[in-house]
């Protein structure tokens, strides 16, 4: 700690945001959250972040580190202090205690238990409050939970891997593996700071996978692998008519899976993979009896999902895709080519130029010797 070569206000905000980013695969369902504490000379004093649901939060662990030093000090902090009790006590109160003589924010808590009451608390204790600053790099830390707040559904992310010519797999359903390690690897990642992982059960059918975390294929630091792989995803499997396998490697393990179907589904079948472990959810059917894919997304935000990872074969991640659910797409591409008969990207019912679905290209790098291309979806439904 001490005065650095910059102790400006953006460059506090900006270490407070690298702090943040080391609770990336840990937070959920909390956002992620940094923060500093500097002097009147602009020395940092004491730092911290949120680590894990039920541990402190940011605010607490920096007023720990500064000790009587944060008297009279400025806080920076990428989101509101919290003004309620959840599992540990309100962070404006601790902030209040502790004698600080300003705090600078970087975004307003989107949380309705807390949407600038926090602040106002502050205000009221007399302190000095600024923000937002650098407001579109602190949201960017959360995109999962704003949206869960402020819409009640998780961010959506679609992860698919293709050949050059644009193919996933075989006509036979063979697809391991298209990519590389370090593409798998970085899905990984992906999975990791994901709250929920969905797949469908054709996927299970074909390529029986087991849709975890695993820490020695992530390619990070061996405990911060362990700390990510130590919280499982949910493993969701869309199954309208219950055609999970009860033997599946999804099944096993230690990381939870549900199982979604309809009000339709057989009993019997249900009680089948009840047995086998799985939570088995009945949820409304579309227009064409399949699982009505928005009512699944509103029972993920319901149980506290922020991210989710739709990692499935053509015909579900074209369904998500056509419907307008997913936010961002995660596309890796592999320097091979799998012919005119093996399966599509996705399934989509388009026939007609006018009606082609526009996405927008926001990153495209090399991944060892794949490309990942990252877009964001600009379809209306």
């Known amino acids: 700690m001490g005065a650095g070569p910059d102790s400006s206000p953006r460059a506090l905000m900006a270490r407070a945001i690298q702090l943040a980013e080391r609770g990336l695969y840990t937070t959920m369902p909390n956002p992620r959250v940094g923060c500093v504490i500097a002097d009147g000379d602009g020395a940092i004093v004491g730092e911290g972040w949120h680590r894990r649901a039920g541990l402190p939060h940011a605010e607490i662990e920096a007023l720990d580190a500064a000790g009587g030093r944060a008297r009279g000090a400025t806080v920076y902090v990428t989101l509101e202090p919290c003004s309620h009790t959840g599992k540990t006590g309100p962070c404006a109160e601790a902030l209040i205690g502790a004698g600080v003589a300003k705090v600078v924010y970087g975004m307003q808590d989107p949380n309705p238990s807390v949407a600038g009451s926090g602040l106002q608390k502050l205000r009221d204790a007399g302190i000095e409050v600024e923000g937002p600053l650098l407001e579109e790099q602190c949201r960017a830390l959360n995109p999962g939970f704003i949206k ?11 992860k698919s891997a293709m050949s050059l010519d644009g193919r996933t797999g075989m006509a036979s359903g063979e697809s391991k593996w298209v990519t590389g390690p370090a593409a798998r690897a970085d899905v990984q990642r992906l999975r990791a700071r994901s709250c929920a992982i969905v797949t469908g059960v054709d996927t299970v059918r074909f390529d029986n996978p087991n849709m975890n975390v695993r820490a020695d294929e992530m390619a990070l630091e061996a405990q911060a692998a362990a700390e990510a792989a130590a919280v499982q995803p949910l493993r969701v499997i869309v199954d309208s008519r219950l055609r999970t396998p009860a033997r599946a490697f999804i099944l096993q393990g230690d990381a ?10 057989e009993a019997s079948r249900r009680e089948r993979l009840e047995k086998a472990g799985a939570e088995v959810l009945a949820l409304p059917a579309d227009s064409d009896g399949r699982v009505d894919l928005l009512a699944l997304l509103r029972e993920l935000a319901r149980r506290q999902c922020n991210e989710i990872l739709v990692e499935s074969g053509a015909t579900l991640s074209g369904e998500f895709l056509y419907r307008g659910h997913i936010d961002e797409l995660i596309v890796y591409m592999a320097p091979k080519l799998l012919g005119s008969s093996a399966r599509p990207l996705f399934e989509l019912p388009i026939e007609r130029m006018g009606s082609v679905l526009p996405i927008t290209i926001t990153e495209m790098h090399a991944v060892g010797h794949d490309w990942r291309i990252t877009a964001t979806t600009d379809i209306e439904r």
């Not at 939870?256 to 589904?265: G, N, S, Y």
Request: net charge positive; no cysteine; glycine share 4%.
């Open 148 to 158: 869960r707040m402020t819409l009640g559904l998780p961010l959506v992310r679609s």
């Open 256 to 265: 939870p899976t549900l199982v979604v179907t309809t009000e339709a589904a």
